[in-house]
T-cell receptor, first 117, second 110 residues
Framework: DSGVTQTPKHLITATGQRVTLRCSPRSGDLSVYWYQQSLDQGLQFLIQ???????AKGNILERFSAQQFPDLHSELNLSSLELGDSALYFC????????????????FGPGTRLTVL | ELKVEQNPLFLSMQEGKNYTIYCNYS?????LYWYRQDPGKSLESLFVLLSNGAVKQEGRLMASLDTKARLSTLHITAAVHDLSATYFC??????????FGKGTRLSVIA
């Protein structure tokens, strides 16, 4: 158990709908990362938040948005869902914004499996 | 832009054999991580390599880092079925999130 929690574990919805995925980082970690993993695309970095602020952006679609709250939990909002959005969505957390003078290992949550029908 | 390449991407090996997975990266870094992922499961941290020449071993897996060659290896000794999984390397740099390789899907067969 990494200490990172994600809810829900599974989500089934229809095209055009909107869903929210939730992540609670490990105690003491200030950074939260979101990844999408589908069969044909591998592990894709979406976005990072550090202490409530957006820190880095990856391949995140405009239909997707995220935020990190004062208690450091994070939510990933996916809207106007398409069939191709079906994937495993992982949240990870780390102590710092990035590797500086010390390392910044990421710890992954169990994931949310999203199925869009 | 940092690029991380793993090879092979797919590996089928017999039980009892040895093999090595390679992770090459394009920019100077002295911090590299290896993760394991079972099908449909999360990524689990295996090794943290923090300096040139670092070597870590856990059971039948041994990871090493050569920062001058920008290369990390994950060596599998006497493979067993339980090692079947996807293995990712990830490189850590200042001011960027981890950059992951595409993963090596390992299948150990009898």
């Amino acid at each position: 158990d990494s200490g990172v929690t994600q809810t829900p574990k599974h989500l089934i919805t229809a095209t055009g709908q909107r869903v929210t995925l939730r992540c609670s980082p490990r105690s003491g970690d200030l950074s939260v990362y979101w990844y999408q993993q589908s069969l044909d695309q591998g592990l894709q970095f979406l976005i990072q938040y550090y202490n409530g602020e957006e820190r880095a952006k990856g391949n995140i679609l405009e239909r997707f948005s995220a935020q990190q709250f004062p208690d450091l939990h994070s939510e990933l909002n996916l809207s106007s869902l398409e069939l191709g959005d079906s994937a495993l969505y992982f949240c990870a957390s780390s102590p710092r914004a990035s590797g500086g003078r010390t390392y910044n290992e990421q710890f992954f949550g169990p994931g949310t499996r999203l199925t869009v029908l | 832009e940092l690029k991380v390449e793993q090879n092979p991407l797919f590996l089928s090996m017999q039980e009892g054999k040895n093999y090595t997975i390679y992770c090459n990266y394009s920019t100077t870094s002295d911090r590299l991580y290896w993760y394991r992922q079972d099908p449909g499961k999360s990524l689990e941290s295996l090794f943290v390599l923090l300096s040139n020449g670092a070597v870590k071993q856990e059971g039948r897996l041994m990871a090493s880092l050569d920062t001058k060659a920008r290369l990390s290896t994950l060596h599998i000794t006497a493979a067993v079925h339980d090692l079947s999984a996807t293995y990712f390397c990830a490189v850590d740099m200042v001011n960027t999130p981890l950059v992951f390789g595409k993963g090596t899907r390992l299948s150990v067969i009898a």
